[in-house]
């Protein structure tokens, strides 16, 4: 393992806002046996036992956040040299969840390891999050010689794979076979990368897990229009957190911002709901140049195999972050109605709630549909429609211990995916478990090395095909299953088309 190794110049001070810059050189070995920081995050209060507990399978296991964060860490078992006679092995490129506001390379525990004992090189990232990642402005837009701002997080995945191109085949990796797979924000930013054209070359495959970004409007830089979780611009929300940092607009409010700490910009999107970066991306012009859920229905992603799916429980863990608000009658119908405008009688219909004890139930069904499955459809028969070889899946096997009760919640196929299932929380892993999470490891690591998941001791997952549409579970079962819900995605598709629809034409 090589940890801590830096992909970019610190983006701080008057690189802060701006594009990922080259590292500088540095003098003799750079010493990669620990983690670097984190990027800038509000505090876990879970941490301090995560760590603790990390420890006892990880030695290295370090945790910290900083501004100085753009590293990388590698996993691999074919040094140069060490076998002779080798080749190179496919690349899997970890860009870790957390809704683009938290999370890290470090996570989840294992993972690189795991992954890598099976005949891949494993890259994981940090890249930067919140409004340090994701903040437009119209002086930022100013000063770029591209006349864009607020996709430095996604810039800085571009520039990490950049360094993937340069420098894994000294790690043994095969720059011609790149893997970019990610879960929850990692898996909307993998989707990103497919949309966008700075990135086109850089991967050969790609798995989302949990989330894409074909399913919902991004915001634009500088075109109003009815955004995933708000209205307006991505400039919008760049003026009103200056506003709430009382920096007045002028020519001094730029640097204003940047000599603001990292706690001071986390801290305004706590206070104002508004100011939050939860969508990522911005609609640019250069980063991203379209709607990611117009290129994909109309073709025009990244022309690659891919695996996506979701989970049969995901909303079951995230109920007042998703709501934005406690699960109470009143909020719950006005989300519908601010997300949903004029198809929010339906919605109600579908997923009603008559009393304040039904909202929680009825929020589940509907943001495990709405936010998960939908996603993952919408995503499958666009790439199956362009062509392109997709392997559809639905995870069903439910938490166990602290977990149960939640089903198969948002997240928890990471655990099969590098094997530690946390034992203060999960237990030891028995025999089901650890069966799952081999042919979990399975089928990803094949798909990395062949575009295929399918192989020797491996259940047979036939290529999606929208006509007959049918999921792949993975749960305690291995099987072909009806996509679910189906019949109730049509309204999110109504929805969605309205909205593209209604934002305005670019001059």
């Keep these: 393992m090589f940890l801590g190794i830096p992909y970019a110049a610190p983006p701080t001070g008057e690189r802060r806002w701006r ?38 399978v990880e030695p290295y296991f370090t945790y910290r956040t900083a501004e100085d964060c753009l590293y990388l860490n590698v ?3 074919n040094l140069p040299g060490s076998h002779p006679g080798a080749g190179k092995l496919p690349v899997m490129f970890w860009i870790h969840g ?57 810039l800085d995945q571009i520039a990490a794979l950049g360094w993937v191109q340069r420098n894994i085949a000294k790690f043994g990796g095969d720059t011609a ?32 897990e949990s989330c ?36 007045p607009d002028g020519r001094d409010a730029l640097p204003k911002l940047r000599a603001k700490t990292p706690k001071e910009l986390m801290d305004v999107s706590d206070r104002d709901l508004a100011v939050n970066f939860m969508a990522g991306g911005t609609i640019d012009g250069w980063v991203l140049t379209e709607q990611p859920a117009t290129a994909f229905a109309q073709g025009r992603q990244a022309k690659v195999p891919v695996i996506v799916g979701s989970n049969s429980d995901e909303g079951t863990v995230n109920v007042e972050e998703d709501l934005r608000a406690a699960p109470t009658l009143a909020n719950y119908r006005e989300y519908m109605k601010s997300e949903f405008l004029d198809f929010a009688g339906e919605m109600l219909r579908l997923y009603p709630a008559a009393t304040g004890a039904e909202v929680r139930p009825a929020f589940i069904a509907l943001d495990t549909d709405y936010g998960y499955g939908f996603a993952a459809h919408r995503y499958a028969g666009n790439m199956a429609r362009a062509g392109q070889k997709t392997w ?18 948002h997240g928890l196929e990471l655990r099969f995916l590098s ?8 237990g030891e892993p028995d025999a089901e478990d650890k069966k799952l999470a ?25 290529v999606y095909d929208p006509k007959s549409d049918l999921a792949l579970e993975i749960g305690h079962e291995v099987k072909l299953r009806p996509t679910p819900h189906t019949d109730r995605f049509a309204v999110f598709e109504r929805s969605l088309n309205s909205r593209l629809a209604s934002i305005p034409a670019k001059p």
């Design 177 to 208: 076979n790149v893997t970019v797979f990610g879960e929850s924000a990692g898996g909307v930013d993998v989707c990103y990368l497919m949309s966008s054209p700075l990135a086109l070359g850089m991967f050969q495959r790609a798995i989302l």
């Design 212 to 247: 894409t970004c074909s399913d919902y409007i991004s915001p634009e830089l500088k075109t109003p229009s009815h955004y995933f979780s708000g209205n307006g611009t991505s400039e919008d929300i760049g003026l009103r957190l200056m506003r709430d940092l009382d920096i």
């Design 75 to 77: 996993w691999t078992t």
């Design 19 to 56: 594009p990922p810059q080259p590292v500088a050189k540095w003098p003799g070995a750079h010493e990669a046996g620990a983690f670097a920081a984190a990027c800038p995050q509000q505090d876990d209060p879970d941490n301090g036992a995560i760590q603790k507990e990390a420890l006892t």
């Design 438 to 462: 081999d042919l979990m490891t399975g089928y990803w690591t094949r798909f990395a090395k062949t575009g295929d998941p399918n192989g020797p001791g491996l259940p047979e997952w036939p």
């Design 392 to 409: 559809f899946y639905y995870f069903t096997y439910p938490g166990k211990n602290f977990y149960a009760g939640l089903g198969a919640f």
């Design 419 to 426: 094997g530690w299932f946390r034992p203060s929380r999960w």
């Design 98 to 154: 957390g809704g683009n506001v938290g999370g890290s390379g470090q996570f989840p525990i294992l993972l690189g390891p795991t992954l890598a004992r099976k005949g891949v090189v494993v890259v994981t990232i940090d890249y930067r999050l919140g409004a340090l990642g994701f903040l437009a402005h119209p002086a930022l837009t100013a000063e770029s010689p591209q006349r864009a701002s607020g996709n430095y997080g996604i």
